[in-house]
Structures are given as C-alpha cells and as structure tokens.
C-alpha cells in the first residue's frame, strides 16, 4: 500500500516550458486534490477532482490544468510555465471532502 | 466567509518544554478540524481531528487539541517536546455542509525545539 505518490520529485523548467505532474493513489479515493506550497502562504488549493472525469477550480487555477481520466490518477499541467510557478507541489486524496486528506511526498519544481 | 488564523508563525522552544501551537477560524456553518505535521522535505500527514464528540483529542506523537466552540479555536498541545518534534504544523478547518467543497489550511507554524 503506496498511499500517493508524485512523479517527478524534481524538475527544473525554463520560461515557455511544459510539464505534467503525476499523482496516483492507491487508497480508491474519490476525492483528489493538487495544492502548490509557497513559503508564509501555506497550502493553496489549485484544482481538485470530485470523481473520475470531473475536475473544478480552486482558489489558484490560472495557468494549470488538469485531467483525472482514472480514478487513481490525477494530473497538473503546466502549458507555458512562468518563474511565478516556482513552487513545491503537492497531491492529496481523500474518501470524503470533509475529511482528513493524504498527502504525496511533493514535487519541487523550478521555473528559471 | 471561512478563514484559518494561525496565530505564530514560528515557536522556539526547548527540549521537554511544553509548547502550545495557536489556531483560530471563522465560519458560519458546523466545522470538522484538524492538524497536520510536515517534516522537512515531506508531505503533510494527519496528527489529530475533530469531527465530533469530546471537545479534547488526542493524536499521534503525544499531542493534543481541544476544540472551543465559543472561541472558534483549535489549539495543539504537547507536554514536552522532543528534537523531533521539529516541524512545520498546519490547522485545517472544513465546513459541513451540503454540496460544495471547503477546506481552508492555515499558513503553519514552525516548530523549532532546541536542545
């Protein structure tokens, strides 16, 4: 039992770049979520998917997209990266949105 | 509209110390709480909640919270810490409310404990 897990751990982007973050769980969680962590700010809430096939903003959307065409598995896209997305990444699940969420062990990415 | 104070951002404090890690929050509906630890270069991972019941839960690690409904605050407690307890804690606060989806994390709190 993995819980979840992030791929990459590390990355490093120029300006315009793309990326995708992966995250997967293996907890049969309905509830998937993709926070970035800056330091003095906490966690802010990017996107979070409801289910398989759904996805919704959160408080900080712009410039990130998402899919969860599995239930498992669910991705952050970067299309154009900028250095204001310099950031530590983080995925969570959880069975009910109300409840206690678990955490991945976060991507570090650089925008340069 | 819904909101997480934690009131330190960083508390020093010295090995087999007590410490107490301040959080407030505001809401107009019923609240779940809950704490977080995050260890350096790690994920967050769950310490203690609040769903219901008795106001006063314990969690992993030998810490505590009490729930005060009348002060809206969540307060986490530890008798005496130990180096390891070196971290960084979030308060989470969500509202129990039908449809929707509201979790709101704090900014965190570091933990320094000095030996």
């Known amino acids: 039992n993995a819980g979840v897990t992030q791929t990459p751990k590390f990355r490093v982007l120029k300006t315009g770049q793309s990326m995708t973050l992966l995250c997967a769980q293996d907890?049969?969680?309905?509830?998937m979520y993709w926070y970035r962590q800056d330091p003095g700010m906490g966690l802010r809430l990017i996107h979070y998917?409801?289910?398989?096939?759904?996805?919704a903003k959160g408080e900080v959307p712009d410039g990130y997209n998402v899919s969860r065409l599995k239930k498992q598995n669910f991705l952050l896209g970067l299309e154009s990266a900028a250095p204001s997305q310099t950031s530590v990444y983080f995925c969570?699940?959880?069975?009910?949105?109300?409840?206690?969420?678990?955490f991945g062990p976060g991507t570090r990415l650089t925008v340069t | 509209a819904q909101s997480v104070t934690q009131l330190d951002s960083q508390v020093p404090v010295f090995e087999e110390a007590p410490v107490e890690l301040r959080c407030n929050y505001s809401?107009?509906?019923?609240?779940?709480l809950f704490w977080y630890v995050q260890y350096p270069n790690q994920g967050l991972q769950l310490l203690l909640k609040?769903?219901?019941?008795?106001?006063l839960v314990k969690g992993i690690n030998g810490f505590e919270a009490e729930f005060n409904k009348s002060q809206t605050s969540f307060h986490l407690r530890k008798p005496s810490v130990h180096i390891s307890d070196t971290a960084e804690y979030f308060c989470?606060?969500?509202?129990?409310?039908?449809?929707?989806?509201?979790?709101?994390f704090g900014a965190g709190t570091r933990l320094f404990v000095k030996a």
């Open positions: 998917s409801v289910g398989e096939g759904t996805t």
């Open positions: 609040y769903l219901s019941g008795s106001t």
């Open positions: 989470a606060v969500s509202e129990v409310r039908t449809g929707g989806f509201k979790t709101i």
């Open positions: 809401s107009s509906v019923s609240v779940y």
């Open positions: 969570a699940s959880s069975y009910q949105t109300t409840l206690e969420q678990y």
């Open positions: 907890m049969n969680h309905e509830y």
